[in-house]
């Protein structure tokens, strides 16, 4: 089967695209790739109208990482304060001005563990979520979505993984919101994580989505990912140990940083 390259689409093409039309793209794309084979993941994925642009199209240059990290942040452990791992606290806990009170939703806990491609634990790992608020949007000024802002959820958080490579974090359940991908085009819950090495420079982020979702099988960002392995692993599970009486449930997921069980992580 040939693939044919998909081209980039204005808004108002985008608008008469519909969701059956990328649907039958994935489903071509993924009988295709059962019979010849795929990388983990498409960087340049059709039904995902934007990987076009955001692909790298060009060699890799390579730069001195010493070089780079005289102009990188710098931090340590003592600059994360635990209490930035509960994304429903606040101001009034003298760190995040954005948030004065109790944010609107489903109270949540994500938990798990942060592991080498050996299974063994990363420990003192810095781990950084954002997401958005229980309608669908984000905080940030480029955002267009119409649902309401939550004045008390900034949704973004942080914490380092203890001893046995542990992370958690207190938040709401984030909604699902339109993008401009095609017509009525909606992407699946899910809370970006970003996971920092002992350098500024060795950064990896990926996304974490939530069991029984109706719109997996629509998503073509989802989609991108190959292996349906590789997809599952990206879905948290509900621990029922995890969740806190008469306050939050929990969900646990593990994160595999390399080896051939790693976790999908987003291209750099």
Known sequence: MTVTPVPVLSGWEAETLTQADIVAE????????????????RTNYPPYRSSILRHPTKELR????????LWSPCFSERDVHPLEAD???????????????QPIG???TVSGRVLDGDGRPVVGQLVE?????????????????????????????RC???????????????????????????????????????????RL?????????????????????????DRNALVAAYDHELSVPEHSLGFRWD???SGPNRTWMEEA
């Open 106 to 108: 489903e109270r949540i």
């Open 129 to 157: 979520v954002w997401q958005a608020n229980a309608a669908g949007r984000y905080v940030h000024k480029n955002e267009q979505h119409d649902a309401p802002i939550d004045p008390n959820f900034a949704g973004i958080g």
């Open 255 to 257: 994160v595999v940083l």
């Open 160 to 202: 380092i993984t203890g001893s046995d490579g542990s992370y958690w974090f207190q938040t709401i359940k984030p909604g699902p919101y339109p993008w401009g991908n095609h017509r009525n085009a909606w992407r699946p819950a899910h809370i970006h994580f970003s996971f920092f090495g002992r350098e500024f420079t060795q």
């Open 26 to 41: 994935i489903a071509a794309l993924a009988s295709h790739d059962a019979v010849e084979g795929a990388p983990q993941t």
């Open 87 to 101: 994304l429903t606290l606040g101001a009034h806990h003298g760190w995040n001005s954005q948030v004065t009170g």
């Open 62 to 69: 390579y730069a001195d990482p010493e070089t780079i990290e």
């Open 205 to 229: 982020i990926t996304q974490m989505y939530f069991p029984g979702d109706p719109l997996f099988a629509l998503d073509p960002i989802y989609h991108s990912i190959s292996d349906l392995q």
